[in-house]
């Protein structure tokens, strides 16, 4: 494990960069700017965090406050405990009158169309779908509704009709494959699904109700299933419910009641070392607080911003900080269904010049994207709007900060590189723009409230610029509660590693001045695109081919996607000679089908044996080096086999 700690160029390259002082023209606008006081906050949130938090929950509206800050009999946290809050009044309801025709979101699509919503046109229609929900599809607090839709404002509204009730709400992706989609529905035991019958990408209609349909037919828990009919050929089939018959007469008006502050607001499937996805429990109180004051801190939130985070609501990122964590700071974001350069490399550029975005949170690997792209798209645009960038997913290398901060930025914004993960809900590690010292590749330091380390095998802290795990030393407001239906899993995933500490899966260092460096996962997690797979759950898929005999997957690193997949597979028939192109094309669709097409392999080798232990484990370290073309390296004795791979060609 050593050599995967401490291995990476990030210290020279470190050494090698410019650090980013705050500006005096951004700081003299920040919200936080006077970097003494913030120090004295961020020391005193350090030795006593609840306090920090509790400061902070009370800019929320509470139906009732809490007694009890905090209770943690580990592994399990509670925060807020006898505080009844209700998510939905406070991303809406508190922010009428005053911004009652503040708009909540501008949608674009691929096309160009444009659909605006203010707050209140926003708390209009989530009332008419929480009361349709109540009285015609007699939902109540406690069920679980999936939610497989593209990014379009119906889908927030279905999330924020889901919370005003109470209902937590399972969203999927709308890439993932139908057999993903059941595995989710089935596991969370969802009672409705919301969908549309297509979305729009790069040219191509989606045909999402195909998916759900298919997906459903194995899904006894679906009563119903409520589809926005975008196509007007679309017919209905049975247990089907057009949304807007179903939304059109009801009330616009709606009361929400309060809720538990534990009370879980939604499920979010997410990949792990082994097994299939698990489904990340999170809170309302808790969860509401730490995206909420993140928001605010970290993009240094106005009234007057125009804020676009390009994640998709399947995704946590789209949970936290496209839906709960702007909305309950009343801001007005920017939503774009659509690829990014699509239908021109420009896209992004085009859409903030056209709604003057003064944020933008987007991920490496779409900053790297652009960047190939060429420099001529963002310069054919007014980016002038634009103050500050964000960055999230994975590692950025110090070559695209650099792009973004001068091509995009223009030099004058700085950029938040933010480390956080599904599990821990809002941002953990990133900088304060208007006080924090940015260094490129750096997500530089813990948020005020987190206690983050980094430490050894045996858990002791780490010495400057030694790699170690990073962990989190004491439980914040937005954790997650536990796995659905697998608390087990939880304690053994999280906190067992090392006592007491929640371990993060990542790998990372810190510098002589604190700042951590993240260096990625340590576990058999890969990161494809800035979207989490497991290795694990790639190889069950390749196994369910009839013609797979063994298959292991591991990912390789790849300068635009930061990682790709590369699967290494047993045929069956590897005696008898094999058409590898076709099987190789065979595989590949077969598990875009199985998980979706995100999870598709770029490359497959075939080969007759796979390195293993005496004790049978695959060993992925040769795998890894022999995918990245690296020379094996390291102790091979424990093989079995010391030809590691015998390679099969057609
Ligand atoms: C994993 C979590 C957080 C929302 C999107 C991903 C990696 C995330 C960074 C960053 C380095 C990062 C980690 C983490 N990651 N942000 N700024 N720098 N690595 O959420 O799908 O749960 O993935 O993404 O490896 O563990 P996720």
Redesign the pocket.
């Known amino acids: 494990m050593t050599d995967k700690l401490n291995s990476g160029s990030i210290e020279t390259i470190m050494k090698e960069t410019r650090a980013f002082p705050p500006s005096k023209s951004f700081t003299d606008q920040a919200h936080i700017n006077d970097s003494d006081s913030y120090q004295k906050i961020w020391k005193d949130s350090q030795k006593h965090p609840e306090k920090f938090w509790e400061k902070e929950a009370l800019s929320l509206y509470w139906h009732e406050k809490w007694h009890t800050t905090h209770e943690w009999k580990e592994p399990f946290s509670k925060w807020f405990l006898g505080g009844k809050i209700n998510v939905s009044y406070n991303c809406l309801d508190r922010h009428l009158p005053e911004r009652k025709d503040k708009l909540a979101f501008i949608w674009e699509g691929e096309d160009g169309s444009v659909r605006k919503f203010t707050y209140q046109d926003l708390y209009e229609e989530v009332s008419q779908l929480a009361n349709a929900m109540e009285t015609e599809l007699h939902l109540k607090a406690g069920d679980t509704a999936a939610i497989y839709m593209p990014l379009i404002p119906e889908a927030v509204i279905a999330m924020l009709a889901c919370a005003r009730i109470g209902v937590a709400h399972s969203i999927v992706f709308a890439g993932f494959s139908a057999t993903s989609l059941k595995d989710r529905i089935q596991d969370a035991e969802c009672k409705v699904v919301f969908t549309a019958d297509i979305g729009f990408r790069r040219g191509q209609v989606l045909d999402l109700i195909k998916t759900v349909r298919e997906a459903t037919t194995e899904c006894p828990s679906v009563v119903k299933t409520i589809l926005l009919r975008r196509d007007s050929l679309t017919t209905l089939a049975p247990k089907e419910i057009d949304w807007e018959k179903l939304t059109t007469k009801q009330s616009r008006q709606h009361t929400a009641q309060p809720f538990d502050s534990e009370h879980p607001l939604f499920y979010l499937y ?1 990949s792990g070392t082994t097994g299939k996805p698990k489904g990340i429990v999170h809170s309302s109180g808790g969860y509401l607080v730490g995206t909420s004051v993140t928001t605010k801190w970290v993009f240094d939130l106005k009234e007057e911003d125009i804020y676009w985070c390009t994640a998709d609501i399947g ?3 789209g949970h936290s900080y496209v839906v709960y964590g702007p909305l309950s700071n009343g801001a007005t974001s920017v939503i774009y269904e659509g690829g990014p350069l699509h239908p021109h490399p420009g896209r992004v550029w085009e859409i903030i010049d056209k709604h003057q975005v003064t944020i933008l949170y987007t991920a490496p690997t779409a900053i790297r994207a652009f960047m190939r792209a060429g420099d001529e798209y963002p310069q054919k645009y007014r980016l002038n709007s634009l103050r500050l960038l964000g ?6 290398n110090p070559e695209a900060w650099i792009w973004y901060h001068q091509q995009i930025g223009k030099g004058r914004c700085p950029i938040v ?8 809900g809002s941002i953990l590690i990133a900088p304060i723009p208007g006080v924090t010292t940015l260094k490129p590749g750096s ?1 530089t330091k813990p948020f005020p409230g987190i206690v983050a380390d980094i430490v050894n095998e045996e858990g002791h802290s780490c010495a400057a610029n030694e790699g170690g795990y990073l962990i989190i030393r004491h439980p914040w407001p937005s954790m997650l509660r536990t796995i659905h239906k697998n608390p087990e899993r939880f304690k053994e995933q999280y906190w067992s590693k090392f006592k007491g500490m929640y371990f ?3 790998g990372a260092h810190r510098d002589e001045e604190g700042y951590f460096w ?1 260096k ?2 340590v576990d058999d ?1 890969i ?1 494809v695109s ?3 797979l497991g290795t694990m759950e790639i190889e069950s898929a390749l196994v369910s081919h009839p013609r797979v005999a063994e298959a292991a997957v591991v990912g390789r690193p790849d300068e635009l996607k930061g990682q790709s997949i590369v699967a290494f597979v047993i045929p069956r028939d590897s005696k008898e000679k094999i058409n590898t192109q076709s099987l190789q094309q065979e595989l590949k669709t077969h598990v875009a089908k199985e998980i979706g097409s995100l999870a598709r392999p770029d490359e497959i080798i075939f080969t007759k044996i796979l390195p293993k232990t005496r004790s049978g484990k695959i060993m992925r370290r040769f795998l890894k080096d022999l995918a990245a073309g690296k020379e094996i390296s390291g102790d091979t004795t424990t093989l079995e086999n010391p030809g590691l791979i015998e390679l099969i060609k057609s």
């Open positions: 997410t995704w946590i990122t960055s999230v997913g994975e590692p950025i590189d933010t480390w956080w993960q599904t599990e821990t997500a993060t899966g990542d993240i990625g996962r997690v990161n800035g979207h989490r």
